[in-house]
């Protein structure tokens, strides 16, 4: 079966009717491929005031695909709830910054992969927080000292408050990533992780920064992600991450769900490269550009 059709087919396998909208969430494919889907396998789907349900021909159609697959059980963790009380004192994404919250669940997986791999030992930087992924390294134990990069003074100080009243070792530093790295913050980490902006100018901008504050052993945790139909905008941050010299050493498919970005599916990859002789900026010094979707770099 395509791999979209059957997507579409799970997100609506326990019976209920959704919107559009929330079957891109609980697929992972893009509104496009959400129609095209239900255009073509008219039969397997009931519409009624916008809302889609699985028919019985698309039941067993589910069923059948379902012999041969399985389904990921979702992970529960002891500090989920306060991740979710914390990420809810946020207030709605700056879409001018190219926010787009993920989802508590993704977040705990973020830090588990991060703390299983010790990132957490080697000096761990964010670039931009705004999923409050620093927070749930804390949360689930890390120990260590981790710092935040961010020009959102609201996160920052959301992360500066709970690491104070929590006794954290997080450091949380104001800076606009179109400057220059700071020198003390240079060479000196080693993993960074960014979620960073969806328009390529963005893309190239802080993978380029985190080249400028790696060690030479260090390792990068980039998220992107994109439409099934325009493939060609991942192939172009794969060639960003080659230009830059970064060798990656594996790829994590759908790792990131998002509350929005239906435009992707609501899902990006995470991607882990490691740093190389060859690694090197491809950005040097001040930006003055466009870096984000909507077309421009303030907020």
């Known amino acids: 079966?395509?791999?979209?059709?059957?997507?579409?087919?799970?997100?609506?396998?326990?019976?209920?009717?959704?919107?559009?909208?929330?079957?891109?969430?609980?697929?992972?494919?893009?509104?496009?491929?959400?129609?095209?889907?239900?255009?073509?396998?008219?039969?397997?789907?009931?519409?009624?005031?916008?809302?889609?349900?699985?028919s019985d021909q698309g039941l067993a159609a589910l069923a059948r695909e379902l012999v041969a697959r399985g389904a990921a059980v979702p992970r529960d963790t002891s500090w989920c709830r306060a991740y979710e009380a914390m990420a809810a004192e946020r207030g709605a994404p700056k879409r001018a910054l190219d926010q787009v919250f993920v989802t508590s669940d993704t977040a705990v997986r973020r830090a588990e992969l991060l703390i299983e791999a010790g990132e957490h030992q080697r000096g761990l930087v964010f670039l931009g927080d705004d999923d409050l992924t620093?927070?749930?390294?804390?949360?689930?134990?890390?120990?260590?000292?981790?710092?935040?990069?961010?020009?959102?003074?609201?996160?920052?100080?959301?992360?500066?408050?709970?690491?104070?009243?929590?006794?954290?070792?997080?450091?949380?530093?104001?800076?606009?990533?179109?400057?220059?790295?700071?020198?003390?913050?240079?060479?000196?980490?080693?993993?960074?992780?960014?979620?960073?902006?969806?328009?390529?100018?963005?893309?190239?901008?802080?993978?380029?920064?985190?080249?400028?504050?790696?060690?030479?052993?260090?390792?990068?945790?980039?998220?992107?992600?994109?439409?099934?139909?325009?493939?060609?905008?991942?192939?172009?941050k794969q060639r960003v991450l080659a230009d830059a010299g970064f060798l990656v050493e594996a790829v994590f498919p759908d790792f990131n769900a998002y509350r929005g970005a239906e435009a992707i599916g609501s899902r990006s990859a995470l991607w882990r490269c490691r740093v190389t002789p060859e690694t090197h900026p491809l950005v040097r010094g001040a930006v003055d550009g466009e870096l984000y979707t909507s077309r421009s770099p303030k907020g």
């Not at 749930?136 to 009243?165: F, N, P, S, Y």
């Not at 790295?181 to 992780?193: H, I």
Request: glycine share 8%.
């Open 1 to 54: 079966m395509y791999e979209g059709a059957f997507r579409v087919l799970r997100a609506l396998g326990d019976g209920r009717s959704l919107s559009r909208n929330d079957v891109v969430r609980a697929a992972g494919e893009a509104s496009s491929v959400v129609r095209e889907v239900t255009e073509r396998y008219a039969k397997w789907f009931e519409i009624d005031q916008g809302r889609l349900r699985c």
């Open 134 to 236: 620093s927070a749930a390294v804390q949360l689930a134990g890390a120990g260590r000292k981790v710092t935040v990069v961010d020009a959102d003074d609201e996160i920052l100080g959301i992360l500066a408050r709970h690491a104070a009243e929590r006794a954290w070792e997080l450091e949380a530093v104001q800076h606009d990533l179109r400057q220059p790295v700071p020198k003390a913050m240079r060479a000196r980490y080693g993993a960074v992780f960014t979620d960073p902006p969806y328009a390529l100018e963005g893309f190239r901008l802080f993978v380029s920064r985190a080249a400028d504050m790696l060690k030479p052993d260090g390792r990068l945790y980039v998220c992107f992600g994109q439409s099934r139909r325009a493939s060609e905008r991942g192939l172009q």
